[in-house]
């Protein structure tokens, strides 16, 4: 079945003659004249994607992108308007707009643009549906993994969850382990209980008991009435106790007294409480080597270490970064309200990074990564450098390929900033006349959007006039 295209242009003239392409391109195209036939035919037919004029003749393409956008996230919506209206362009970009065309509209960029989008809507599809794989196949209570290492720590939680006994999850940080205590929660018989989290390395050690077992009235100055601990207060639950290894010496013993008499002393008090708590500790420091420099209780150790489960470093379990990318994507879809995609190519080049600070790192680039994108889709420029460097893609594939030669004649005389501007904009001349000027082709040759190049061709006043 061929893909429909919805044409919204007023101009008789260039309405017939953007048909003609897009028809010999085996395209259905659907047109309409003014905003009101648009709606119409967005409601009566299957649109993949949309071209839209920016000034028609009861309203304008800005108008129908913010009220279509939310109501069919899934269609590209590319905006064509007057040469040199940037503002306009800008605007549409930021509504959520894929892409936009100048005017007198060019075939073989319009071609490259619309294939461009339908590539763009077919990657969101199979992002969709890998999404539901993930959630049905592949997911644990958020947590994603398709890796081997992955399905045995899924294996773990679900065979040491029915047993109330205590869980000592080790692994570098970041790698997830406040999710998997909590997937252990859900998984056991206590799920309907409170879940509290603690962690050892956030309180000072002078409040870290008072923060655990709580206080009497009068236990110290500032202690005005009674207050329950987070033991107390998780009751007939969970107590997740995260960065376990930094806890002191001497408030180890008391928690041991929770670990083998499930028994605490509130600090000030004389009266032992029960403690009906299941409990999960974490940590990334190796506890073995703290027990032997005197550093941790060799008992608490083995109280705690009952049940062992290593969380795998990313680098380890590369096959699920893709999922996880989809993942923090969806979730970041949800909290900005727009949509992100990412090329196959794109992926593939960030499951090849180290992740030395591993899904913590991934979800901090991704979300800097949305603030900084031009558009929709996020290119590894819009990544932190350190993972651009490490990949050796800190500048286009394009600038790599040219005569380094011909370019450092005079090195000596450039500071690095300016001479990697001139690799830049010699780059950009070059691709732009390779491509005969057409900018997308030109974009798609140097590894960067349509909206980047034209940002730079602006920055360094490229004449595209002689191009």
């Avoid at 010999?24 to 648009?38: D, Q």
């Avoid at 899924?154 to 080790?170: C, E, G, H, P, Y």
Wanted: proline letters at 3%.
């Amino acid at each position: 079945m061929s893909k429909s295209i919805l044409l919204v242009e007023d101009n008789k003239k260039l309405h017939r003659l953007i048909r003609q392409t897009l028809e010999k391109e085996g395209y259905t195209v659907y047109g309409a004249h003014n905003g009101k036939e648009a709606n119409q035919l967005m409601n009566d037919h299957w649109i993949d994607a949309a071209v839209l004029d920016i000034l028609l003749p009861d309203t304008t393409g800005i108008k129908l992108l913010e009220a279509w956008k939310p109501l069919y996230p899934g269609i590209p919506l590319i905006l064509s308007t007057a040469y040199g209206d940037v503002e306009d362009a800008v605007e549409a970009m930021k509504l959520g707009a894929f892409d936009y065309l100048t005017k007198p509209v060019k075939s073989e960029e319009l071609k490259v643009v619309i294939e461009r989008a339908l590539r763009w809507q077919a990657m969101n599809e199979e992002n969709r549906e890998l999404k539901k794989e993930m959630q049905t196949k592949f997911q644990l209570h958020g947590m994603i993994g398709v890796s081997e290492n992955m399905k045995q720590v899924f294996d773990m939680i679900q065979r040491v969850s029915k047993q109330d006994v205590t869980v000592l999850l080790q692994g570098e940080s970041g790698t997830g382990k406040s999710h998997c205590a909590k997937a252990i929660h859900l998984e056991s018989s206590r799920q309907h209980g409170p879940f509290i989290s603690l962690n050892c390395a956030a309180i000072p050690a002078n409040l870290l008991e008072s923060e655990l077992f709580g206080y009497v009235k009068g236990a110290f100055t500032g202690a005005a009435d009674n207050r329950k601990g987070k033991v107390e207060a998780a009751e007939g639950g969970t107590l997740f106790l995260d960065e376990i290894g930094d806890m002191p010496l001497e408030l180890q013993s008391k928690l041991l007294q929770v670990t083998q008499e499930k028994q605490f002393i509130p600090l000030g008090s004389s009266t032992t409480k029960e403690a009906d708590v299941r409990l999960i500790a974490a940590t990334n420091r190796n506890l073995w080597k703290l027990v032997q420099e005197g550093k941790f209780r060799e008992d608490l150790y083995y109280r705690l270490n009952i049940i062992g489960i290593d969380l795998p470093p990313l680098q380890e379990r590369k096959e699920d970064i893709p999922s996880l990318i989809y993942q923090l994507l969806s979730n970041f879809e949800t909290e900005h309200r727009r949509a992100y995609s990412l090329s196959e190519e794109t992926v593939k080049q960030l499951a090849r990074y180290s992740w030395p600070g591993n899904i913590r790192e991934l979800y901090n680039a991704l979300a800097r990564a949305t603030v900084l994108s031009a558009g929709s889709e996020l290119e590894l420029k819009d990544f932190p450098k350190e993972i651009q460097e490490e990949l050796n893609l800190s500048r286009p594939a394009a600038e790599k390929a040219y005569d380094h030669g011909n370019l450092n004649r005079d090195a000596e005389s450039r500071s690095l900033p300016e001479q990697m501007e001139y690799f830049e904009r010699n780059a950009i001349e070059n691709a732009l006349k390779e491509a005969n000027g057409n900018q997308s082709k030109a974009a798609e040759t140097l590894g960067i959007s349509r909206q980047s190049l034209l940002y730079k061709v602006r920055k360094y006043d490229v004449d595209l006039e002689h191009i």
